[in-house]
């Protein structure tokens, strides 16, 4: 499996368990211990592609990415704020979304269209 697989591997597990990572990555900041759980498995898979030092910190940044579009999908801001590369990027993000049990991102879109 090449890089690229094992990275989207990596962010369809941060997407697939976001709520179950990001309560887990709040526990690590409130008590400055990261539990065994989902993110240190995230953790685990990244370290097959990065380097074993960086492997917990891109994991915290794809869950945190998860979570972000999460809050984008369900945001109650009118999605005529999107500018065009905001709307491209929701429509490519939209299958990992919906994968994840979460609406589609192009929910947005269409919301979007005059």
């Keep these: 499996m090449d890089i690229q697989n094992k ?3 990596c962010e369809q597990f941060a997407a697939d368990h976001m709520v179950e990572c990001a309560a887990e990555l ?9 539990c ?5 498995e995230l953790g685990a ?3 097959k592609w990065v380097d074993a030092r960086d492997a917990l ?3 915290e940044r794809m869950v945190e990415r998860a979570a972000l579009k999460a ?4 945001s ?14 929701i429509k490519q993000a939209d ?16 919301r979007r269209q005059p």
């Design 57 to 59: 910190q891109i994991a």
């Design 45 to 47: 898979m990244c370290a």
């Design 76 to 89: 109650v801001v009118p999605a005529t704020a999107l500018n065009d590369s905001q709307a491209e990027a």
């Design 71 to 74: 809050c984008v999908c369900c």
């Design 36 to 40: 065994e759980g989902r993110v240190r």
């Design 7 to 9: 990275r989207r591997e």
């Design 95 to 110: 299958a990992h979304v919906t994968d994840a049990g979460l609406p589609a991102y192009s929910e947005l879109l269409r």
């Design 26 to 34: 709040i526990e690590w900041l409130d008590t400055g211990t990261l």
